[in-house]
């Protein structure tokens, strides 16, 4: 089958009414897991995982995508209504989202933001339908030097990124390694660190790791923080005021440029994301627009261009998840395990082997940001006070999921006893102020980066030349020790303001 | 107490990067000479490990990172509760049941979150775990264990 053939059976596999109607209850979903402080939206995927095992791929990635890009635009509601950012990305919104608040504008930051959100979604959506396909071609002449450079540049930047400290990122990354290492090894089969233990041979289950490493920390440390219920007030918000009118629509032109290029730009480059986006989009916008003394203030602009940086991140971080393996942010990474699941593995063979299935992932991601703007538009009141849910009762229910998604992984107690494990080194690391990013690329990337490794050196009998004599190999390892340098001198940087401060 | 965070925990993982690098150690080699075998890759982390659990150690010796290195060590009685409560409930899951063990658990955990709505609690910590139990079994045929429940 020729593209043109994959692109339209992907189309009509994403408008299907079983995949139509999962990506609208993921967005509804997302909406709703991004205005609840506390929650993020790698979470509400991680808990929404196991009830996808049961559908077809199509659909199961369909909720996912919807879920995934519906909390992007719910964290910025409760960033604009309470001034509490629901993701970390809607943090820039809050800024000028809440003073609008303030002066009984909420109609307004909320339409903005909506229609900003629309409009960086669509963006990054165009770029993952033309640069997707050409980065998979281009992914295809990758040998396993190349492979194994490119995971290694994956690993050292999510480090720099992630990190404030370079050995505490470097640190969390080498301890998923190491986690990896557990079980046969992916060549030749031997047992590594398993101590007797059958449960041990296939490894730990990524999922398994990845529910203990989010939830339990997330559980534990929303224990002693106030309900929100209290805190929400559902305001008076006619629909119309929620349409911007044409001076607005006119002053989002420029922010909305610059945060959909911006958003979708940093959302390829693993670990970047969408708080760097939103931010970088913030003052940019703030620098090239006219009002750039309203910033702070309540400036459409300085809602609109965060808006569609973040979400438009989406579509970016989806671009080296699909064609390279590599996840841009955690929720990819969750993605990429959901996707595993279902016997389908993210590179750049998926736009061989299952092209129509890649295409009806980039199908449904369009459809997710349609169906996002009108349930917003549609049930904002509703969904607004779905998110005042007392916390007292949503966190023990998650608990549970947690445990019935692990268990269901595999019908085993090993894995509900291997994600409480990983909860502990979740809280552990959250005590260090080590961030788990890191460790989570290692998980999804380890094995893989072991067998390029080891595939290239036996190719080579041995010899680490054929590292640096392959182009692109030696241009990721150029860019990785970049990375390293960069997040070392970052370090510096910042000890030094401490110690002027 | 007043611990250095970063001194404690180079140490510790000083201790484990050691223990790993033992147990890498033991591994078999079956590998063609001049080629990688299973134990390539655990060596390297053994050696990353090592440096950078190393460097963090020395980094919290010497005073260096941030002001906020330096945290008064407490953790909330609510958080260690929860997490006893947790373990307790995975012990006891395999013996009583997801059900009877999820009521328990559900409603120990609503009250420490704050909850003091008797009925709430009780309906909650009733509902929940009965719906998911028949809903994952109906639904998506995962069988969770019965316990008590029969």
Not at chain 1, 364 to 383: C, E, H, P, T
Not at chain 2, 8 to 25: P, R
């Amino acid at each position: 089958m020729g593209v043109t053939g994959d692109v339209l059976q992907g189309f009509l596999q994403a408008i299907q009414p079983s995949s139509l109607m999962a990506t609208a209850v993921g967005c509804l979903l997302g909406i709703v897991v991004g205005m609840i402080p506390g929650m993020t939206i790698s979470s509400g995927i991680i808990i929404l995982l196991p009830l996808t095992f049961v559908l077809d791929p199509n659909v199961s990635i369909a909720l996912l995508l919807g879920l995934y890009v519906g909390g992007m635009l719910g964290g910025s509601f409760s960033a604009i209504l309470l001034n509490i950012p629901g993701t970390p990305s809607a943090a820039a919104t809050a800024l000028d989202g809440h003073p609008l608040v303030a002066r009984g504008e909420t109609g307004r930051a909320l339409g903005v933001a909506m229609l900003a959100s629309f409009a960086g979604g669509l963006f990054s959506c165009l770029c993952l339908f033309f640069i997707s396909p050409s980065l998979a071609d281009l992914a295809l002449s990758f040998r396993a030097p190349d492979l194994f450079s490119l995971m290694f540049l994956g690993l050292t930047i999510i480090c720099s990124f992630a990190a404030q400290s370079w050995i505490k990122g470097l640190l969390s990354a080498v301890i998923g390694l190491a986690i990896v290492s557990i079980g046969q090894d992916p060549v030749m089969g031997t047992a590594r660190f398993t101590f007797g233990d059958t449960n041990l041979l296939s490894g730990i289950h990524f999922l398994t790791a990845l529910i203990g490493l989010f939830a339990i920390p997330q559980l534990i440390g929303n224990l002693g923080k106030k309900t929100i219920a209290s805190a929400v007030r559902t305001p008076s918000i006619p629909f119309k005021s929620l349409l911007p009118t044409l001076p607005d629509l006119r002053r989002m032109r420029l922010p909305v440029t610059i945060g959909s290029i911006a958003g979708s730009f940093l959302g390829m480059l693993p670990g970047a994301g969408g708080p760097i986006a939103a931010f970088i989009s913030y003052d940019y916008a703030r620098k090239t627009t006219q009002s750039s003394d309203e910033f702070g203030k309540g400036a459409i602009e300085g809602i609109a261009a965060p808006e569609s940086a973040n979400n438009a991140v989406t579509g970016g971080a989806l671009i080296p998840m699909m064609t390279l393996g590599i996840p841009g942010d955690p929720v990819t990474a969750v993605l990429i395990g959901a996707l595993l699941i279902h016997g389908l593995a993210p590179g750049p063979l998926l736009f061989i082997e299952h092209a129509d299935f890649a295409y009806s992932v980039i199908f449904s991601f369009f459809w997710a940001n349609i169906f996002n703007l009108v349930i917003a538009l549609a049930g904002l009141r509703l969904l607004v006070k779905l998110a005042a849910a007392p916390r007292t009762i949503l966190m023990p229910a998650i608990a549970i999921l947690c445990v019935v998604g692990s268990y269901a992984l595999r019908n085993s107690f090993f894995d509900v006893y291997v994600m409480f494990c990983f909860g502990l080194l979740g809280l552990a690391m959250k005590w260090l102020d080590m961030p788990v990013v890191p460790l989570l690329l290692a998980l999804v990337l380890g094995q893989q980066l072991e067998e390029n490794l080891r595939i290239a050196l036996t190719g080579s009998q041995g010899d680490i030349s054929v590292f640096f004599t392959s182009p692109f190999s030696a241009l990721f390892l150029s860019l990785s020790v970049v990375s390293v340098v960069w997040s070392i001198q970052s370090t510096r940087r910042m000890q030094n303001k401490e110690a002027g401060t | 107490m007043m611990v250095r965070r970063n001194v404690l925990a180079g140490v510790v993982l000083l201790a484990i990067g050691l223990g790993y690098g033992v147990l890498t150690a033991d591994l078999p080699d079956r590998t063609l000479p001049g080629t990688p075998g299973p134990a390539f890759l655990p060596w390297l982390i053994t050696a990353g490990w090592l440096a950078l659990s190393t460097a963090l150690l020395v980094r919290g010796l010497l005073g260096g990172g941030k002001k906020s290195d330096v945290i008064e060590y407490h953790i909330p009685t609510q958080s260690w509760l929860a997490l006893v409560g947790f373990a307790a409930y995975l012990l006891l899951l395999p013996t009583l049941g997801f059900i009877v063990a999820s009521i328990l658990f559900f409603a120990g955990l609503t009250w420490l979150y704050g909850e003091r709505n008797k009925l709430l609690i009780a309906l909650t910590a009733i509902i929940i775990p009965i719906v998911l139990f028949y809903l994952f079994a109906a639904g998506f045929q995962v069988l969770l264990p019965r316990g008590l429940w029969g």
